[in-house]
């Protein structure tokens, strides 16, 4: 258990749809990611947020959108994905945005049809 | 271009035996080094990390080597059991003005057999 949780773990949904993962961390911290990982590629850093507000976005598509409402929950809304977009979607979260160790949730298995 | 490699997609020993996992990067700014375990169907976990300015940390089983001249970093793990097995992610940390960044490699495959 790593005090981070995320919901749903896996998720099937087609392109026209709308979705939204969610993810929650018990640990305090005050920084939280979104990362891709794709089959054989390494995790890729999506978003950031620090304090509630998004410091980083790493060149994503607009189709992923990141609302973070408070320090402990962050979601990742998605609509007309693509098929491409299938990946494990882990957050993560760590003390401050400086700090070197983050904690990871379980991950949500995606697959777009 | 991909800043952190690691090579060797599968490894397997022997339980008993040290299994020597290795990890390559480019960026000489990489300040931090830190070494992940992960499980199927679980997030990647915190196994043992070191900073640039040290050349080896150990925890128990774990030491990670780090060996700054030529841009490489192991993890030896050594009696290995068949727990360890998991897949090991190598990943760097860059300190940007809005934080820390973590850089991965693609993660190496550990079996132990008994």
């Known amino acids: 258990e790593t005090g981070v949780t995320q919901t749903p773990r896996h998720l099937v949904m087609g392109m026209t749809n709308k979705k939204s993962l969610k993810c929650e961390q018990h640990l305090g911290h005050n920084a939280m990611y979104w990362y891709k990982q794709s089959a054989k590629k390494p995790l890729e850093l999506m978003f950031v947020?620090?304090?509630?507000?998004?410091?980083e976005n790493n060149s994503v598509p607009s189709r992923f959108s990141p609302e973070c409402p408070n320090s402990s929950h962050l979601f990742l809304h998605l609509h007309t994905l693509q098929p491409e977009d299938s990946a494990l979607y882990l957050c993560?979260?760590?003390?401050?945005?400086?700090?070197?160790?983050?904690?990871f949730g379980p991950g949500t298995r995606l697959t777009v049809t | 271009d991909q800043q952190v490699k690691q090579n060797s997609p599968s490894l397997s020993v022997q339980e008993g035996r040290i299994s020597i996992l290795n990890c390559d990067y480019t960026?000489?700014?990489?300040?931090?080094f830190l070494w992940y375990k992960k499980y199927p169907a679980e997030g990647p976990t915190f196994l043992i990390s070191i900073s640039s300015i040290k050349d080896k940390n150990e925890d128990g089983r774990f030491t990670v080597f780090l060996n700054k001249s030529a841009k490489h970093l192991s993890l030896h793990i050594v009696p290995s059991q068949p727990g360890d097995s998991a897949v090991y992610f190598c990943?760097?940390?860059?300190?940007?003005?809005?934080?820390?960044?973590?850089?991965f490699g693609e993660g190496t495959q550990l079996t132990v057999n008994p």
């Open positions: 990943a760097a940390s860059l300190l940007e003005t809005s934080g820390s960044r973590l850089t």
């Open positions: 993560a979260s760590s003390q401050n945005p400086d700090a070197y160790e983050q904690y």
């Open positions: 960026n000489s700014m990489f300040d931090y």
């Open positions: 947020y620090s304090l509630e507000e998004r410091v």
